[in-house]
């Protein structure tokens, strides 16, 4: 699965829930930018085009939110 390359009004934050080696965020430059299942707080900048992909069969499960501007 992909969503369309598209434009958010903030950056987002992102916590991996379950993912597999091949999701991937991608940025306006397409870079991947995978994000493990750590526990960890990721912040990705939402405001420049960017997509995510799911290259697998198995769920990709982020909490997603909002984060200020840095």
Known sequence: CCY???FDPTPRIHIALKTNDWAFLVDER???FHVPADGQV???D?????SA???SL???IHI??????K
Do not use: K
Request: glycine fraction near 4%; hydrophobic fraction near 40%; charged fraction near 20%.
């Open 42 to 44: 990721y912040y990705f």
């Open 46 to 50: 939402a405001t420049a085009a960017h």
């Open 53 to 55: 992909m799911n290259s």
């Open 64 to 69: 997603m939110g909002r984060a200020p501007i």
């Open 4 to 6: 369309t390359f598209h």
């Open 30 to 32: 397409m870079r991947l």
């Open 58 to 60: 198995e769920e990709r």
